[in-house]
């Protein structure tokens, strides 16, 4: 039907994890709570650090082809997108819309200089494209 998700999957530290995002489901949560989607053990990670979520300006019942990163944290996400030099970091509670390929890494700041610095951790998005079946292909 017309409420079709999302699906894409999301490989951190060599583990890829899939998810369908809908446009009535709850957004996926990063940070280093256990509630979240995602945890990360990284002490320059917040709590609750970023959301992955539906674009708020999509229309009802139409089809997402993105999906958006919104930062919630004290130390800031980046958003590195394929063939771009440097990452650029997100405005805090602004959605940014996510190339196939991007790359989030966070904590963006480092709060701990010398010794101890924490390190960034990376997410890399990447979606899965539909395929239609031959059934679907050739009928009207």
């Known amino acids: 039907g017309s409420e079709e998700g999302i699906a894409f999957t999301v490989s951190h530290e060599g583990l890829e994890a899939r998810y ?47 999906v958006c ?4 944290s004290m130390n800031g996400t980046a958003l590195q997108a394929p063939g771009t030099e440097r990452p650029s970091c997100l405005t805090r509670g602004e959605e940014v819309a996510l190339p196939d390929g991007a790359v989030l890494l966070m904590p963006w700041l480092q ?15 990447h979606y899965e494209v539909p395929v239609l079946s031959p059934t679907d292909a050739g009928e009207e």
């Open 69 to 72: 990163a919104v930062d919630l």
């Open 20 to 66: 369908v995002l809908k446009s009535n489901d709850c957004p996926i949560r990063i940070g280093r709570d256990p509630e979240n989607d995602i945890v990360v053990e990284n002490r320059g990670v917040s709590k609750f650090h970023a959301e992955l979520r539906l674009p708020s300006t999509l229309a009802a019942g139409t089809r997402a082809t993105y």
């Open 111 to 125: 709060k701990v200089k010398g010794i101890g610095a924490t390190e960034k951790v990376s997410f890399e998005l």
